[in-house]
């Protein structure tokens, strides 16, 4: 044998000693399975209360598959790593948690580790759910249990090697996972600790909200809320990096959440549309106002000059005669120009204020263009065409353009045509 070889050879026994030990540490006992509780071991004001963390945390948002039955899973997630199915999380004995007891629940939710013993993917948000106190994770396994048990088996999550080794997570949690619940913050009220509580666990504001790291970890520190990246559309931060041109203050942000429209900033028209519709818009008005007060609270204070800047922007829009102007003119303002014209269409938000065009990314404007707003977070602010077919890049690129650098006055997003040609390309079959 050869030097190389003994090398080799010693490398790959300590590669597997080291498994090893990873494995004996990594190995979870499986909790014993249980007769579904009864609806009569809970009270109504758990289940009703349960109701409202379900909508907090948008279970149903990521485990209902298009098309298929409430909470019964099936929702496909690609990540970098490979595909994540949801789980069926109704309580139906063999394909759900139908006989997960609660302990079993509180360490799924807790440390992210299933009634099997199986470790889960972090794209389960267990790194915010883990923040939830033990009464609320009560209350929510009392309104999980008493919805219709649904037999469904989601199709198998296979990761690429070694991702698919779930024990590999243990290795990731000691790393990346801080159990909670949530500490109380001294310095701060009752009502901002209550809005902190309320976004950092179930809410889980920062799975979105969060930048993450090469292990898809969410960064900490002052990376905190300062903006992530989630299906193609880029997500703006909400703590003091906010790309808002007019900082969002307490009532605006009751209003977004509650409508998915706030007046001096626009409307939820992406992955956040269904965040406000499942979640947040069913939230009772003082868990509203304590996540308002926690997220106004990395604001500064508020210039109220919003309304001004609208109406200036939008005279100024009406002036303008460049080959932008007149494609905004010719496609757009018949619905975005607040001061003029009947008032048809939903909420016609003035897009002079929306956070979008002061992003550095254009990636959200360019979505919203080509197939427009099919799902309104709330009825009320009506839907928007699409306008794939009716203008080509070239045509979008002038008007975004005109949009972020006569209205926005910022320098105009490099190689525009080429990234609206490639998300033209990969949102071709959504439409
Ligand atoms: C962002 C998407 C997302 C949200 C929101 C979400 N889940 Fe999940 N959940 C998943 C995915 C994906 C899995 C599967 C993870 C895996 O296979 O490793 C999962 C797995 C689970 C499991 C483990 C089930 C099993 O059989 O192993 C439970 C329990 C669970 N979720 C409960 C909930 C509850 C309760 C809520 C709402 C408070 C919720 N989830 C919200 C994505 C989500
Ligand atoms: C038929 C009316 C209509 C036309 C035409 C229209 N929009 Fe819209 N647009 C709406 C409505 C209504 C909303 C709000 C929809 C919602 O939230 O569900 C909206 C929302 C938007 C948003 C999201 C704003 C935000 O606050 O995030 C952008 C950006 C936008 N439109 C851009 C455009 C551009 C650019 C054009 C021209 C190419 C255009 N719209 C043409 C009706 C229209
Ligand atoms: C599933 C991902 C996701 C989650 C979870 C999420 N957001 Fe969002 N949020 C987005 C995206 C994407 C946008 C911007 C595009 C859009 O409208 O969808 C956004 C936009 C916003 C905006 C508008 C910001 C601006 O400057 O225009 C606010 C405010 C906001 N979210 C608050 C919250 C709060 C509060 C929570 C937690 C309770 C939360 N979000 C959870 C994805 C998410």
């Not at 440390?111 to 199986?118: A, L, P, Q």
């Not at 698919?164 to 619940?181: E, I, S």
């Not at 600790?193 to 950092?200: D, P």
Request: hydrophobic share 40%.
């Amino acid at each position: 044998m050869n030097r190389w070889k003994k090398r080799a050879l010693s490398l790959s026994a300590l590669v597997l000693a080291a498994g090893a030990v990873l494995l004996v540490f990594s190995l979870q006992p499986e909790i014993a399975p249980v007769a579904p509780p009864q609806a009569s071991q809970f009270s109504a004001e758990q289940i009703a209360r349960g109701k409202t963390l379900a909508a907090l945390g948008d279970c149903k948002v990521c485990h209902t598959r298009t098309g298929g039955q409430v909470d019964a899973g099936g929702m496909a997630f690609n990540t970098q790593f490979g595909t994540i199915y949801s789980s069926n999380i109704t309580p139906d004995v063999a394909t759900g948690i139908g006989s997960w007891s609660y302990p079993a629940f509180k360490r799924a939710m807790r440390y992210g580790i299933n009634r099997e013993g199986h470790y889960l993917y972090p794209a389960f948000p267990y790194t915010s759910f883990t923040l939830t106190r033990d009464d609320d994770l009560q209350d929510l396994y009392a309104w999980l249990m008493v919805q219709p048990a649904v037999s469904y088996r989601p199709p198998k999550t296979e990761l690429h090697f070694p991702f698919n080794v779930r024990q590999g997570m243990f290795a990731w949690n000691w790393l990346f996972l801080t159990p909670g619940p949530l500490p109380v913050n001294p310095q701060h009220s009752e009502e901002w600790n209550r809005g902190a509580y309320l976004g950092e666990s179930l809410g889980h504001c920062s799975a979105c909200h969060s930048p993450r790291n090469l292990a898809g970890a969410e960064k900490g520190g002052s990376h905190h809320l300062s903006g992530g990246i989630v299906d193609g559309w880029s997500v703006p931060a909400l703590n003091s990096h906010s790309p808002a041109p007019i900082a969002w203050n307490h009532q605006q942000l009751m209003q977004f959440m509650r409508t998915g429209f706030a007046s001096s900033h626009g409307v939820a028209a992406g992955p956040m549309a269904p965040v406000i519709a499942e979640g947040l818009s069913q939230l009772p008005e003082d868990d509203l106002r304590a996540i308002a007060t926690w997220l106004a609270s990395f604001q500064p204070p508020w210039p109220d000059h919003g309304k001004e800047v609208s109406i200036q922007a939008e005279q100024q829009m009406m002036l303008a005669n460049s080959p932008g102007a007149r494609q905004f003119a010719g496609s757009c303002m018949a619905c975005h120009a607040q001061n003029t014209g009947p008032k048809l269409y939903g909420v016609r938000p003035s897009l002079m204020l929306n956070s979008n065009l002061y992003s550095d990314s254009p990636d959200n404007l360019i979505r919203i263009v080509l197939d427009g707003i099919q799902h309104p977070a709330t009825p009320e602010l009506g839907s928007m065409p699409g306008f794939r077919y009716q203008l080509n890049n070239q045509q979008i690129a002038v008007l975004l353009n005109y949009l972020r650098t006569d209205l926005a006055q910022r320098a105009s997003w490099p190689d525009l045509q080429n990234r609206i040609e490639q998300i033209r390309q990969q949102t071709e079959d959504k439409s």
